[in-house]
């Protein structure tokens, strides 16, 4: 099982240290001349600030000793201009270095964002039997908001106040070797347990990330079936999972917090006790004559840097360490690779004519998250150009897998398919699904205007094409009644349409996009009697000169089909016209008594059924 499929709250992947953060190299790569400006403008503000110590001391020492009043307050003009030049080199060196940060962030994340959406968008449903979109979701905006934050601030202050801490250490020991030998020691003690007690923080981080996941699969879940949750009076049952979800990551976020601020705690008082003893030694240096009081001031100045570099450093730690944890589940997320793929030396197909002829040899297939049970067994059929050929049985029977294989959303495990004469796993996945055109029984409509709704079975249509296509949906009537026609923003999921309108504007999707191969799964399930009757023609008039497939419950739409194929558990059972299947009175003609007013006939004849009245009774 690829690692992003795995059960987030029972299975977490180990947690790494903070050089999972080298993941975004190939991210940081485009970008070097802005990095390496970076680099020296922070370098630059880091060596600005480790100049005030040293102008600070030349104050003291060389500002005041002069005896006459006149050249001392001369004296002291021209240190407190050095000291204000130093002050402003500083702010420009710091401002250059947070644009310039800031700039990579922003630009790394959206990188990154477009990297993993691009890549899930290409992922075979398989992915989506064991991944939870909300899961998906929260790591393309909780985990690269981490990443932004560390790339565009909190890494840049992290080496800055390295380089920070170190200049401190370098001065302190050049000015106080003996006494610096010292705090050195009991900082390498400091540091030893830091480190280890800094792993339990990377795993609680990971684990932290992970609850917050798992609390946005459940909301994006139960939002995009609000109407369910409420016919079924499920609000405060709803209400009270997502509560322990957030609870439970309330409870590792407060344990990660817990354990970081033990670290903090640990790391500052260490290092102040170990500084201050060398701020100790360095007063009994003044009062014994040995330093300057200048040189004391450099000193507590140096001190006071490295303690509040040390203090940053401890936090910076811990938010890299937060943000390696959000690195490894976004890796995670790229490295899945789809068991479907394009061929790297793809078949070509024959110029598009009028109808495809389909084979579908010998087939078994088992879904992976169900590899027990066999979806399909043994299926052979084929299908002539612009031949028409229904698929009917009870639900469960394998007719949707036909559909899921013919777009190579799964590939079979034994068999092949061949479209044109040519085995679609060996086609290009854009050639095979350019050929193919789907309504699906559950109509998506995206959340924009009826127009790009439509022109999304063919991006390059022109209005007046989309138009024509919705007309023979029976779709233009609806649409221009519309507040804004062919302009109205439809709402996410076509909130503002029936059932039955959405499916139309399916349908004329698919009719715009003209495909040779015509797939349609209960493509009338939505429809009124009427409407029905309205877009089985428009359908008819698409299916002209096209191969069709037609998956139906409804047997009253498929009558006229050249052929009907009955399946049951994965096989082919029958297959014949209506009137045969009748006649045979087999699986088909028992489905068929509980949808027609008549008994299923005997061999010697076959009536023309009639529709059982389905309308309410009142």
């Known amino acids: 099982m690829p690692p992003s499929a795995r059960d987030p709250v029972r299975d977490p992947a180990p947690a790494r240290s903070a050089a999972s953060l080298r993941a975004l190299a190939p991210y940081l790569r485009p970008h070097r001349a802005r990095l390496v400006l970076a680099f020296v403008f922070l370098v630059m503000a880091a060596l600005t600030t480790l100049v005030l110590p040293i102008a600070l001391r030349t104050l003291i020492d060389q500002g005041m000793v002069s005896p006459e009043p006149g050249e001392r307050v001369m004296a002291l003009r021209e240190h407190f201009l050095a000291l204000f030049g130093v002050g402003l080199a500083l702010g420009v060196f710091s401002a250059s270095r947070y644009y310039m940060v800031t700039w990579l962030g922003e630009r790394i994340t959206a990188d990154i964002k477009r990297a993993v959406y691009a890549h899930v968008l290409r992922q075979s449903p398989a992915f989506f039997e064991t991944t939870q979109s909300g899961e998906v979701l929260s790591r393309l905006t909780a985990d690269t908001t981490l990443i932004q934050t560390v790339v565009g601030s909190s890494f840049s202050m992290g080496l800055r106040n390295a380089i920070m801490a170190i200049g401190a250490l370098i001065m302190l020991i050049a000015t106080n070797p003996y006494v610096m030998a010292q705090v050195l020691g009991g900082l390498v003690l400091v540091v030893l347990p830091a480190i280890v007690y800094g792993r339990r ?9 992970d609850r917050l996941a798992d609390s946005s699969a459940i909301a994006a879940e139960v939002l995009n079936a609000v109407p369910v949750v409420q016919s079924h009076t499920a609000e405060a049952r709803e ?24 670290l903090v705690a640990f790391i500052i008082t260490a290092t102040t006790g170990a500084l201050l003893w060398g701020l100790y030694q360095g007063t009994q240096a003044v009062i014994d004559g040995r330093i300057s009081a200048g040189h004391l001031g450099q000193t507590v100045v140096y001190v006071i840097l490295l303690l509040s570099a040390v203090a940053a450093l401890s936090e910076v730690y811990g938010d890299i360490l937060r943000a390696a944890g ?36 010998q087939l078994n297939f088992h879904y ?5 049970h066999a979806a399909l067994e043994a299926f052979d059929l084929e299908v002539r150009p612009g031949e028409t050929v229904a698929l009917v049985g009870p639900s469960g029977a394998g007719k949707s897998t036909v559909f899921q294989l013919l777009l190579r959303f799964y590939d079979p495990q034994q068999g092949h398919i061949t479209l044109d004469g040519e085995r679609i796993d060996q086609l290009r996945l854009e050639d095979l699904r350019q050929r193919i055109g789907l309504v699906p029984q559950d109509s998506t409509i995206f959340s924009t205007t009826a127009i790009e709704n439509i022109r999304y079975g063919r991006p390059d249509a022109s209005d007046e094409e989309v138009t024509a296509a919705a007309r023979a949906a029976y779709a233009h009537d609806f649409i221009m009644a519309l507040p804004e026609g062919y302009a109205t923003y439809l709402g996410e999921r076509g909130v503002r349409l029936s059932g039955g309108q959405r499916q139309r504007i399916s349908i004329a999707r698919a009719i715009l996009k003209n495909a040779p191969l015509l797939l349609l799964d209960e493509a009338t399930s939505a429809l009124d009697t009427e409407s029905e009757r309205a877009v089985q023609a428009a359908l008819e008039q698409a299916m002209k000169d096209r191969t069709t497939l037609v998956i139906a419950h409804r047997l009253s739409t498929v009558v006229n089909a050249d052929r009907i194929v009955v399946i ?6 029958d297959v014949g016209r209506h009137a045969d299947l009748l006649a045979r009175n087999g699986l088909y003609a028992r489905l068929a008594a509980m949808q027609f007013d008549t008994v299923p006939p005997t061999p010697e004849g ?13």
Request: charged share 25%; aromatic share 2%.
């Open 368 to 372: 992976p998250s169900r590899p027990q």
């Open 239 to 262: 209400a009270r999972r997502f509560d322990d979800a957030t609870e439970r990551a309330f409870g590792t976020g407060v344990r990660r917090i817990r354990a970081r601020a033990v």
């Open 201 to 209: 923080v990377r795993k609680l981080s990971r684990a932290s990330q």
């Open 326 to 361: 959000a690195t490894e589940r976004l890796m995670e997320l790229l490295a899945t690779r789809s068991p479907i793929q394009s061929p790297a030396v793809p078949a070509t197909l024959p110029a598009s004519r009028t109808g495809a002829r389909v084979h579908l040899h």
């Open 568 to 573: 049951d558990q994965g096989r082919i059972v």
């Open 606 to 618: 076959a009536g023309t059924p009639r529709a059982k009245d389905t309308s309410p009774q009142g």
